[in-house]
Nanobody
Framework: QVQLVESGGGLVQAGGSLRLSCAAS????????MGWYRQAPGKQRESVAS???????NYATSVKGRFTISRDNAKNTVYLQMNSLKPEDTAVYYC?????????????WGQGTQVTVSS
């Protein structure tokens, strides 16, 4: 089996920073794209940032210039550095990864971590 375990969420004041981590473990041959999504109360889950195995990144317009996604392939871990946080960034943040097991790739989700930004 494969697990994605997130950490680093919490409560922070507007303008502050948080760093989220997501570690994949289990029966993993390789990992393709990894990314972060978020879901605020009453809203649909949305993509925040993604990173390919080669390091190419993509960001939602709302977080460009404030958030940075990175990954450590040796540790099967993806990070999300969040700076200049705003109250509208408040949401449950989910890690996502496309993980190859033997020859087939599967999509996995973490359990989610709460990020709350107070004004």
């Amino acid at each position: 089996q494969v697990q994605l375990v997130e950490s680093g969420g919490g409560l922070v004041q507007a303008g502050g920073s948080l760093r989220l981590s997501c570690a994949a473990s289990g029966s993993i041959f390789s990992i393709n794209a990894m990314g972060w999504y978020r879901q605020a109360p009453g809203k649909q889950r949305e993509s925040v940032a993604s990173i390919t195995s080669g390091g190419s990144t993509n960001y939602a317009t709302s977080v460009k210039g404030r958030f940075t996604i990175s990954r450590d392939n040796a540790k099967n871990t993806v990070y999300l550095q969040m700076n200049s946080l705003k109250p509208e960034d408040t949401a449950v943040y989910y890690c996502n990864a496309e993980i190859v097991r033997t020859v087939i790739a599967y999509n996995y989700w973490g359990q989610g971590t709460q990020v709350t930004v107070s004004s």
